[in-house]
């Protein structure tokens, strides 16, 4: 080979080095235009920086323990739950969004129930001397579900055990209760004022650790008509009344319970979508809870619902800080009055701020024990939501469960009476709440935080 074909070749090969250097350098890579993205990958980025923990779960815990520690229950109707509505929506004013016509606060009328400070469960001789007084929270408790109330009977007592057994009885003891609405009619029709039973629950163990203030007005109720005393004593007190009853006792109960009409008021804000032809998506969770007992022990209601309360809010302020406006319109809700009866989400179904259809996933009870899967309560079955949830869950390793029934009471539930496509995530730890232990403290916060990174990557990609 002569020495000018040699010096061809030489030229020719560093020629093609620099070219296939050149090409393997990044550098060489040209910035794309942001004009010619598409809509459709636009929103890559901001799901691929949902795994960088945008959900602050230190900004929500502290909310949550705020809720729970500062506002003594957060009872519907009380000063505190107003007070805790106003802290909400400060809330949602500094995230910027938007307020429904008439303001982030939209009141309605509401019945609640008032506690007194006047409680009695006693035991008396044929000539009115007390023979043995019971203590409230150490041996009895009131209940004031359904056609349950307040009032002060004094009587002989027996044990009967259905509601036909009463005759000219104005108190009874009866060893299973009447906790549905008919037996308690039943009851009414026959003159009974007073019903007293043993306290027992398959899911809590001793029902008599919550059962204390869990108030529920829910319908059919009568609260404006005649009522009856419920009450629920331990099994052991139970045996010792129905021998009491035996020997001739009377036994004196008085329950100091009202009802009083009251307004209150459901949290609401919004970001508004860019496509009207997607169902809006409402993120909900109730911000009431049982309150106090007349003894001023305060019930916190950390996991219900402080937890679902501060999750509505940390994924509000996480939508809310990215740069792109989202498809579907995402409305944020602190329902009030659940306790007792449902009654916020009741009021947003009559007067939504968002034309229907919409879709709602409500939180009560997150971040509890991991044991605990996530339950999906109340969705239709074939449910697209339900099913693109239940991936993003198994996608974050989060155990879950999925019932197409609707049992649990919780906020979902009106709108899926109504056709509405809706469903409540819980975790059903049932062993503290509406107690005294329901406090910060037994919040998982790995728990809880992997929900809500879990939420916030699931409606980045459904909403935007």
């Known amino acids: 080979m002569n020495r000018k074909k040699l010096g061809f ?102 019945m609640v129930p008032v506690f007194g400070e006047t409680f009695v469960l006693e035991v008396k001789d044929p000539h009115g001397e007390s023979v043995k007084a019971y203590q409230l929270r150490k041996d009895y408790a009131f209940g004031t579900a359904y056609y349950a109330g307040g009032g002060d009977i004094e009587s002989t007592f027996r ?23 008919h037996l308690q009619q039943d009851l009414l029709e026959k003159g009974v004022k007073a019903v007293i039973a043993p306290t027992s629950n398959p899911l809590r163990g001793d029902e008599f650790e919550y059962v204390i203030k869990a108030a529920s007005i829910r319908e059919p109720a009568n609260k404006r008509g005649e009522t009856l005393i419920l009450s629920y004593v331990t099994p052991e007190i139970y045996e010792e009344l129905v021998d009491f009853s035996e020997q001739g006792y009377r036994l004196h109960v008085s329950n100091d319970l009202t009802f009083e009409t009251v307004t209150l008021h459901n949290v609401i804000g919004m970001i508004p979508g860019t496509d009207s032809s997607l169902p809006p998506l409402v993120i909900g969770g109730h911000l009431d809870h049982v309150g106090s007992d007349p003894n001023g022990v305060i019930f916190p209601g950390a996991l219900d619902n402080a937890s679902g309360t501060s999750m509505v809010v940390q994924l509000a302020r996480s939508m809310a800080a990215k740069e792109m406006q989202p498809k579907r319109t ?6 009030n009055g659940e306790e007792v009866g449902l009654l916020g989400s009741i009021d947003f179904l009559r007067n ?10 409500n939180f009560d009870m997150v971040g509890t024990d991991p044991s605990y899967p996530l339950s999906m309560d109340g969705v239709a079955r074939n449910s ?61 916060l790995e728990q809880f935080d992997r929900i809500g990174e879990m939420m916030e990557d699931f409606i980045t990609e459904y909403a935007y």
């Open 352 to 361: 939504p701020p968002i034309q229907s259809p919409y879709e709602v996933i």
């Open 9 to 110: 070749i030489i030229i020719l090969f560093a020629i093609l080095g620099l070219i296939w250097i050149t090409w393997l350098s990044p550098q060489s890579t040209p910035a794309p235009d942001p004009s010619a993205i598409s809509s459709e990958t636009e929103s890559d980025p901001i799901i691929l920086n949902n795994r960088e923990n945008d959900f602050n779960e230190d900004a929500a815990f502290t909310l949550l323990t705020t809720l729970a520690n500062d506002y003594e229950g957060r009872m519907a109707g009380t000063k505190k739950n107003q007070e805790a509505v106003e802290l909400i929506s400060k809330e949602f004013k500094a995230i910027g969004l938007e307020a429904p016509k008439g303001g982030y606060q939209q009141g309605f009328q509401a």
């Open 159 to 181: 044990e009967i055990n259905k509601p036909s057994d009463a005759e000219n009885d104005l108190i009874i003891l009866h060893p299973e209760g009447v906790r549905l609405p």
């Open 330 to 335: 995402l409305v944020f809700a602190a329902f």
């Open 384 to 444: 697209d939501l339900l099913n693109e949830l239940l991936d993003a869950a198994k996608d974050w390793d989060i155990p879950t469960d999925a019932s197409t029934q609707g049992e649990y009471a919780s906020d979902h539930l009106p709108f899926l009476q109504s056709g509405i496509n809706a469903f409540t995530l819980i975790q059903l730890d049932m062993q503290r709440i509406h107690t005294p232990d329901d406090d910060p403290s037994d919040i998982h």
